[in-house]
């Protein structure tokens, strides 16, 4: 036991009363040594029961610390009050809507033992289902959200790749980015100092942001699929598309920051995409997948439609492009079939479309925000 060292876990919070009970108790129901670690609860301006449930906890419990920043701008904003509090060894982060699971210090930890050059540890994140009834949740959890396994092709347990060329798919914090999300992610003293102990100040994507400076700083990123974290997901529609427009929004801006001035298209019908990068003054990426080609046909069958009405003339134009709608239709929706229970096949449609819409706006957004080309990517 007194081998083990001295951690420290940080959780960025705000109104989260409905999830807080829960991630409190998970948290103490780690299996580590309470007198090795200390929860520090970084809140950026809570106007719900938050802080008065902490405070309540923090009675019974000493290691449970609390630092409040008045109207936070971001998740990073609080992150950083509590990173400049931390004084653990390794340093483990998670957030108000998490619940760690009892083995989940243990298992983060053990890489850096591993290698001495590991310095930032990033677990699996599955659903924790808070209402049985709740239809965001069951698409959230039969869709696996948030799920990290994939990323950069790595499936199992393993080192991430280095950033090779500055590409934007490199950078940008999508399927091909090497970054943990900090719901689920653990960095040593050692890195948190090389980077400043500081997330950036933007409003979104500071996870990226972190973990790419890291990357960048010489560290070595790991995957460890055993150290899980049980995410309790957003419960109506409206949050969850709100969510997905914030990711949207975030990817512009590490590509922004961290990209060289390339323009990559990308085709999304192979585990690495087909990729053409064209240098350019104006960096950034354009996805081509189902989502676009629906969307593309779509609109060229209307168009045609039309001129074939305006001009009566007849033509095949129609006819192809309307067959290409419904092939690319079928393919973006085909993974709904899928999901359970069937007959709620139309509510599953409508969650996964309204949600990509949401990511495309926030894209749209963010690119035209601070200049560059970004069409996000088709689920």
Not at 86 to 114: M, N, Q, S, V
Not at 158 to 180: A, R, T, W
Not at 182 to 190: C, G, H, L, R, W
């Amino acid at each position: 036991m007194n081998d083990l060292p001295f951690i420290t876990i940080i959780n960025p919070i705000r109104n989260v009363e409905r999830t807080l009970e829960t991630n409190l108790k998970s948290l103490l129901e780690i299996d580590y040594p309470k007198e090795k670690m200390e929860i520090v609860f970084g809140d950026g301006g809570s106007t719900d029961r938050t802080v008065d449930i902490i405070r309540d906890w923090q009675k019974r419990y000493e290691l449970i610390k609390l630092v409040i920043v008045p109207n936070s701008k971001s998740p990073g904003e609080a992150r950083n009050a509590a990173l400049k509090m931390a004084r653990g060894d390794y340093i483990l982060f998670t957030d108000g809507d998490c619940a760690p699971r009892k083995d989940w210090a243990r298992k983060i930890l053990e890489p850096f033992f591993k290698d001495r050059k590991i310095d930032m540890v990033g677990g699996e994140i599955h659903t924790l289902r808070t209402d049985a009834d709740n239809d965001v949740e069951a698409y959230c959890e039969q869709t696996k959200f948030l799920m990290v396994s994939g990323r950069c092709l790595l499936k199992n347990e393993g080192y991430y790749p280095n950033i090779m060329k500055d590409l934007p798919h490199e950078v940008n914090g999508n399927m091909h980015s090497p970054f943990f999300a900090t719901a689920n992610a653990a960095v040593s003293k050692e890195a948190a100092d090389a980077v400043g102990r500081e997330f950036w100040h933007e409003i979104t994507s500071e996870d990226v942001d972190f973990s790419l400076r890291i990357l960048k700083a010489g560290f070595k990123l790991y995957f460890k699929p055993s150290a899980i974290v049980d995410h309790m997901h957003r419960v109506t529609l409206a949050a969850y598309c709100k969510q997905l427009y914030g990711y949207g929004f975030g990817h512009p801006l590490a590509v922004q920051k961290h990209a060289k001035n390339v323009l990559e298209i990308q085709l999304q019908y192979t585990p690495a995409y087909l990729t053409l990068a064209i240098p350019l003054p104006k960096k950034g990426i354009i996805y081509i997948g189902d989502f676009h080609l629906m969307h593309a046909f779509g609109l060229a069958f209307i168009i045609t439609l039309i001129q074939n009405a305006v001009t009566k003339a007849v033509t095949m134009w129609p006819a192809i492009w309307g067959t290409l709608f419904l092939f690319y239709l079928y393919r973006y929706f085909k993974p709904m079939l899928k999901l359970q229970p069937k007959t709620k096949f139309f509510t599953w449609a409508k969650i996964r479309y309204l949600s990509n819409w949401a990511l495309m706006r926030g894209g749209f957004k963010s690119a035209k925000t601070f200049g560059v080309i970004y069409i996000e990517s088709s689920w």
